[in-house]
């Protein structure tokens, strides 16, 4: 069965450069949710997105943006980034039947490493 | 969101049943006991959840007391790929966000 990809899954940047993590669910899925796990970490929730709007929203710092486009894809953009965010960025899945929602789906995630 | 509390690590020896216990004695009626597991830093994997009654599925078993303020998951037949942190995750069914604790980390040994 298809599962969440997420691309890419690697990513080296420098301090102060922008990275954009892309996130594709699994087909009919509706809602995409981003999440942060630092060194050592559980996972943060940042943001989700349902049909294309912004669902609910965690501890995500304000150089971050994201958005969920008309093929349901998404994309985190993050921008000044400090060597703090660093970290694995897990994108998941999941959909909405019958006004209660699946379990989420997680992808394999993006190891974002700032130097 | 209700609080959970599991312990923070666990061992289990192959071919035996791990149970691992998780207390959310602040759930109110509407939330939901999910389960997930991360093997080594790889995305979580979603296991099991219920409200109030035992479920059981191809991964596993899910017992909640009549109370609901804890529950345990039950792998019948650990393997060594069963190894991996175990988080208990309680959630109100409308709501989008997964809130992680600290979870167990489970040793299944040979």
């Known amino acids: 069965a298809a599962g969440v990809i997420q691309s890419p899954r690697h990513l080296i940047k420098e301090k102060r450069e922008t990275a954009t993590l892309k996130c594709y669910p699994i087909?009919?899925?509706?809602?995409v949710y981003w999440y942060q796990q630092g060194p050592g970490q559980d996972p943060q929730f940042l943001i989700s997105?349902?049909?294309?709007?912004?669902?609910d929203k965690g501890s995500i710092p304000d150089r971050f943006s994201a958005q969920q486009f008309s093929d349901y894809h998404s994309e985190l953009n993050m921008s000044s980034l400090e060597l703090g965010d660093s970290a694995l960025y897990f994108c998941?899945?999941?959909?909405?039947?019958?006004?209660?929602?699946?379990?989420?789906?997680f992808g394999p995630g993006t190891r974002l490493t700032v130097t | 969101d209700a609080k959970t509390t599991q312990p923070p690590s666990m061992d289990c020896a192959e071919g035996r049943a791990a149970n691992l216990p998780c207390n959310h004695s602040?759930?109110?009626?509407?939330?939901?006991v999910y389960w997930y597991r991360q093997i080594h830093s790889q995305g979580p994997q979603y296991i099991i959840h219920?409200?109030?009654n035992n479920e059981t599925n191809e991964m596993a078993s899910l017992i909640i007391t009549e109370d609901r303020k804890s529950s345990t998951l039950i792998l019948p037949h650990a393997t060594l790929r069963d190894t991996a942190v175990y988080y208990c995750?309680?959630?109100?069914?409308?709501?989008?966000?997964?809130?992680f604790g600290t979870g167990t980390r489970l040793q299944v040994f040979p």
């Open positions: 998941a899945s999941s959909l909405l039947t019958g006004g209660l929602r699946d379990e989420q789906y």
């Open positions: 087909p009919r899925h509706d809602t």
């Open positions: 997105f349902y049909e294309k709007m912004q669902s």
């Open positions: 602040t759930i109110s009626g509407n939330e939901y």
């Open positions: 219920g409200l109030k």
């Open positions: 995750i309680v959630r109100v069914e409308e709501t989008d966000k997964l809130i």
